[in-house]
C-alpha cells in the first residue's frame, strides 16, 4: 500500500526486460549509487543471516528478508517464490521465464568471412542461391580501401548475376557472414573435414562427440560458447547429431602479461630498451624521469609483448612450452619473466646432460635384480611417485606446473642416484623422458632415438604406477629439544608411538643433547618427530 516514486534515469536499458525496473537501492549497485548522487531513501529488505549489515556498498548476497510485510523471516530464495505465490493468488500477476537473447545481426560489411547465399532479383525479391551453385566463393581480383562498404560491392563481375528463378539481370549479396557463423559449429566439421558433400556425416559426429575438453579464452564466454549451445541444440532437434551439449568441460585460459614501464606524468608507456636502472629507480634514458613499472597484458602500444621468434631461436620451442606451463596454473595469468625462462632452458640442459651420461656409461647388459638394495628402492619409489603425481595432475584440474615439479624432482632423484647398471635406473631414464614428452615433445623425441628406440616416443604407452613401490620401508624422524630441531634418524616407518619414543631416547642425537638433563615430557607425532620436554 506504500507509494513509490517513479524516477526517470539513462542507465535503465530500454531493450532489456519491459524497460521499465524496480529500483531496489540497498541491493543493486547501480540502484545505490544512484540513490546515493540523489539523497534517495534507502530502505533495506534483506539482511545477512547475521542480522548485521552497514550499507557502505549494496548488499546483493541472499539473506533473511525484512520491511517485507507478512515475508519477513523468510530465506530471500524462499521469499522469492512466496510472493510470486501470493502475486499470483491476488491477480497481481504470475511466474515467468524470460530468456534474454537478442536477434543476432549476422552481416558484416567487409570480404572475409562467408559470402551470404543470397540474390537480390527486382521481381522475385530475395532468392537464395540454389544447392547446385553453392558454395558461393570469395573473388581473389579484390582491393580494399578501407572506405565504403564492403569491398566486394565493387566488383560488377562477381555481384551481377542472372535471378536463378527467373533469369532477370539481378545482384549478388555483397555482405557476408560474421564469422561466429563458422565457429558456431566448426567442431563438428572437425569430426568429416574432407566432406565435399555434406557438412558431416551423421555416424562420424555422433562417433566423436562431444568435445572432451574445450580451451578458449574467457571473452568467448558470452557469445561464441552460447551460439555452439545453440546451433548444436537446432542440430540435435533435425535429428543431424544425438548430442545435447557440444563440449564437456571448459577450461578458460589466464592472459599472457608483459613487464611494463609507464611515465606516470605523462601516462605514455615507454619501451623497454629505453629504460635504464638509476639510483635504484627504472627511468627513462632520454628524459631521466622515474618511471612506474608493472605487468600488464601484452600489447604493441605497451611495449611490453615478447617476440616468440626471438624466443624460439634462442631457447627453443620445449623451453617456451616449459615456462608457459610451469609459471602458473593454466586459468590464471602468466607474467612473462626471462629469469623463468632461463631457469627452464638449464632444467631441460639437465636434462639432455642426464640422459646422454647414462649413454655413454651403460652396460652392454643390464643385470636382473633379485633383491632392490635401499637405492634402489628409493629410486623406484621416485619413478613411481612422479608417475602417480604427474598422472592425477593431468586428470584432474590440469595442473601442468606441480607436474613439471615432480618431472625436476624425479630428474633430481636419478641425478643422486647414478647406479647405470642398474635397470631400475634405466626404467627412470625412459619413465622421465616419456613423462617429460607432453612437454618437451622435441627434446624428449631425440634423447628417446638416442636410447636406441626406433618407436617414436609420442606412441609409447602411458607408465602404469606400482603400488608396492611406493610402499615406505623407513621414514625420517626429527629429534627435536625444547621445539628446536637438533638432527634426524631413520626408522621404520610401521613403528608405533613406543617404539618412535624408544628409537629416538637412544639415539646418538638424543644421547648427546640429553646428558645431564631430565625429561618431563615426551610428545610423538607419528611419522614425523619425537620432542622432549627437559628441564
Known amino acids: 500500500g506504500e507509494e513509490i516514486p517513479i524516477l526517470i534515469a539513462d542507465y535503465v536499458l530500454y531493450e532489456y526486460g519491459t524497460g521499465a525496473v524496480m529500483g531496489v537501492p ?37 539473506g533473511i528478508m525484512i520491511n517485507s510485510a507478512q515475508f519477513n523471516g523468510l530465506n530471500s ?24 537473447l537478442r536477434d543476432w545481426l549476422i552481416s558484416r560489411q567487409r570480404y572475409w568471412g562467408c559470402p551470404i547465399p543470397v540474390i537480390h532479383c527486382p521481381n522475385c525479391g530475395t532468392v537464395p542461391v540454389p544447392i547446385d551453385n553453392l558454395p558461393v566463393t570469395l573473388p581473389e581480383n579484390v582491393e580494399f580501401s578501407g572506405r565504403g562498404a564492403s569491398p566486394l560491392a565493387k566488383l560488377e563481375d562477381w555481384v551481377n548475376v542472372d535471378c536463378p528463378r527467373c533469369g532477370t539481370p539481378a545482384k549478388r549479396e555483397t555482405d557476408t557472414m560474421d564469422t ?17 558433400d555434406i557438412p558431416f556425416q551423421f555416424e562420424k559426429v555422433n562417433d566423436w562427440m562431444p568435445v572432451d575438453q574445450y580451451v578458449g579464452g574467457i571473452e568467448h564466454a ?7 549451445r545453440f ?8 535429428g543431424l547429431v544425438n548430442v545435447d551439449e557440444p563440449f564437456n568441460r571448459l577450461l578458460t585460459q589466464g592472459m599472457v602479461q608483459g613487464l611494463t614501464y609507464k611515465n606516470p606524468e605523462t601516462g605514455k608507456y615507454v619501451p623497454a630498451e629505453n629504460v635504464i636502472y638509476k ?25 611490453n609483448g615478447v617476440d616468440p621468434l626471438k624466443v624460439l631461436e634462442k631457447y627453443g620451442a620445449d623451453t617456451a612450452r616449459m615456462f608457459i606451463l610451469f609459471t602458473a596454473p593454466p586459468e590464471k595469468d602468466l607474467q612473462w619473466d626471462d629469469a623463468g625462462v632461463e631457469g627452464q632452458f638449464r632444467f631441460l640442459n639437465r636434462v639432455w646432460r642426464l640422459v646422454s651420461e647414462y649413454i655413454e656409461n651403460k652396460p652392454k647388459q643390464v643385470k636382473k635384480i633379485e633383491t632392490f638394495s635401499k637405492t634402489d628402492k628409493d629410486l623406484r619409489r621416485a619413478i613411481h611417485t612422479a608417475i602417480k603425481e604427474i598422472s592425477e595432475d593431468l586428470e584432474g584440474d590440469y595442473q601442468f606446473n606441480t607436474a613439471i615439479s615432480e618431472l625436476m624432482k624425479l630428474s633430481n632423484a636419478l641425478g643422486d642416484n647414478k647406479c647405470f647398471a642398474s635397470p631400475i635406473y634405466r626404467e627412470g631414464i625412459e619413465t622421465l623422458l616419456i613423462l ?25 604407452p602411458w607408465p602404469k604406477v606400482d603400488p608396492t613401490a611406493l610402499i615406505v620401508d623407513e621414514i625420517t624422524l626429527v629429534i627435536q629439544i625444547l621445539g628446536k630441531t637438533r638432527g634426524t634418524i631413520q626408522v621404520p616407518a610401521s613403528a608405533d608411538k613406543s617404539t618412535l619414543e624408544t628409537l629416538a631416547l637412544e639415539s646418538e642425537i638424543a644421547q648427546r643433547y640429553l646428558e645431564g638433563k631430565e625429561i618431563k615430557k615426551v610428545i610423538v607425532v607419528p611419522g614425523k618427530l619425537v620432542n622432549f620436554v627437559v628441564v
Not at 505465490?85 to 511466474?95: H, L, R, S
Not at 561466429?180 to 565435399?196: C, G, H, P, Q, V
Not at 558470452?222 to 555452439?228: F, P
Open 436 to 460: 617429460l614428452s607432453l612437454f618437451a615433445p622435441h627434446l624428449s623425441e631425440e634423447l628417446w632415438q638416442a636410447l636406441g628406440h626406433s618407436q617414436s616416443i609420442h606412441l609409447q
Open 26 to 62: 540497498a541491493h543493486d549497485s547501480r540502484d545505490f549509487k544512484f540513490a546515493q548522487e540523489n539523497n534517495l531513501p534507502i530502505k533495506i529488505v534483506i539482511t545477512p543471516e547475521s542480522g548485521e549489515i552497514e550499507l557502505k556498498e549494496a548488499y546483493t548476497e541472499a
Open 279 to 303: 639510483e635504484d629507480k627504472y627511468c627513462d634514458k632520454d628524459t631521466g624521469e622515474v618511471l612506474s613499472f608493472f605487468f600488464e597484458k601484452m600489447s604493441k602500444s605497451k611495449y
Open 77 to 100: 530464495q524462499e521469499g522469492k517464490t512466496a510472493i510470486i505465490d501470493y502475486a499470483t493468488a491476488q491477480g497481481y500477476g504470475k511466474a515467468r521465464i524470460q530468456y534474454r
Open 231 to 238: 546451433f548444436t541444440k537446432v542440430l540435435r532437434d533435425r
Open 180 to 196: 561466429f557463423i563458422d565457429s558456431s559449429w566448426y567442431f563438428l566439421r572437425y569430426t568429416d573435414a574432407k566432406n565435399e
Open 222 to 228: 558470452i557469445l561464441h560458447l552460447l551460439y555452439s
